[in-house]
């Protein structure tokens, strides 16, 4: 345990670190998030790149501890690190000139492909009906699976970094998750250890950059920031819950995300049903809701906050269930999910219509 707390720590105090750095590379190179339309909850133009200092805080402190000999390095941390680094890369470009949603489309594949090399994959599915370790290999399908879940998880943090700090602590309270939830299957394989490691890094990482990031924030992390974030947790998803043979076990990091990834699907359907193009913001999110109904930005996020802290405790939970149990409680866990929103969603929806009255009156 000593070792994972230093890890936290170390990722933790070179994020706080380094993020003034990156505040300065975006001043320097125009990477300025200047508020154009009413979408926008901030009033004044703020910098962006934070994620470029969660990124290098997470991987000085990786490889630095590799050196050392307390976490074991393989081909598969150098392809975590190139396709990071892909992903990094692009956001980068994006904060300063933004690109177009099908080069970032493409950027992302080609990062899910990286790991594919790298041997991380998703190779077998787990049957939910049937108990015990009933496996089907995906064969040839392994490879648009793994791509497809690695570009879906990716995308659903950065549609939900819309208020100060939110995108950040979901990040470090997902990843802090997926840590308990790997340390129940360490029987399983020692890699789930590597996991583990990773997992508490990326947090702490997360949580250094967190005092420049909560409202009111000094610093945005970008897209640079929050899809790493979101790539980073879809490869420990790949790499440590979904290597197991548990029944279900794909579903505990959907558990975990379970926020983001009913915000995304909700979006999806709402642009959908509006004949809007996908990758087409509004104002329609969970957060934005929360504000419609009036609480404060920061009232928000730490609701939001331990909703994923709840999520992340029945993940744990779920992760020592039988296949029969785990549906049961699943299904419950979907249908309360689904509640919520659904009640935030036409709460907020009335409240506005009420306002628009009062306007036109």
Not at 42 to 59: D, E, V
Not at 68 to 76: A, F, L, R
Not at 197 to 205: D, H, Q, T
Not at 303 to 310: D, E, P
Request: aromatic share 10%; glycine share 10%; charged share 15%.
């Amino acid at each position: 345990m000593n070792l994972y707390i230093s890890a936290f720590l170390t990722a933790s105090i070179l994020s706080f670190v380094l993020t003034p750095l990156a505040k300065k590379l975006a001043h320097k190179i125009g990477a300025i998030d200047v508020p154009k339309d009413d979408r926008r909850v901030h009033k004044t133009p703020i910098p962006r790149l934070g994620g470029l200092a969660i990124y290098l805080a997470t991987f000085i402190t990786i490889f630095v501890f590799g050196l050392m000999g307390e976490v074991t390095m393989d081909s598969s941390i150098v392809a975590i690190f190139i396709g990071a680094s892909i992903i990094v890369a692009m956001g980068m470009v994006d904060d300063t000139k933004p690109l177009s949603a099908k080069v970032k489309l493409l950027g992302q594949i080609i990062a899910a492909l990286v790991l594919v090399k790298g041997g991380i994959r998703i190779e077998v599915f787990s049957n939910p009906f049937i108990e015990g370790y009933n496996v089907t290999s995906l064969g040839v399908f392994s490879i648009p699976v793994t791509v497809i879940w690695i570009v879906g998880i990716t995308n659903t943090l950065n549609l939900i970094d819309g208020l100060d700090g939110l995108a950040a602590g979901v990040g470090a309270i997902a990843s802090l998750s997926l840590f308990f939830v790997a340390a129940n299957f360490v029987n399983i394989s020692p890699f789930y250890y590597v996991v583990m490691f990773i997992a508490v890094v990326l947090s702490g990482a997360a949580v250094g950059f967190l005092p420049y990031n909560f409202n009111p924030a000094k610093i945005f992390m970008g897209d640079t920031g929050s899809l790493f974030l979101g790539y980073m947790f879809a490869v420990l998803s790949v790499r440590g819950v979904m290597k197991g043979v548990t029944t279900l076990s794909f579903v505990l990091p959907i558990v975990i995300l379970g926020l983001p990834i009913f915000d995304t699907a909700f979006a999806i359907v709402r642009r959908s049903l509006k004949g809007q193009p996908i990758m087409q913001a509004d104002k329609g999110h969970v957060h934005h809701r929360f504000l419609r109904l009036g609480y404060t930005q920061k009232q928000t996020v730490l609701t939001m906050y331990l909703i994923c802290v709840a999520l992340g405790m029945i993940a744990f939970l779920l992760s020592n269930m039988t296949s029969i149990n785990y549906l049961k409680h699943l299904g419950y866990i979907g249908s309360i999910v689904f509640l919520l929103i659904a009640q935030i969603s036409v709460s907020a929806g009335k409240k506005k219509k009420a306002l628009q009255g009062e306007k036109d009156k």
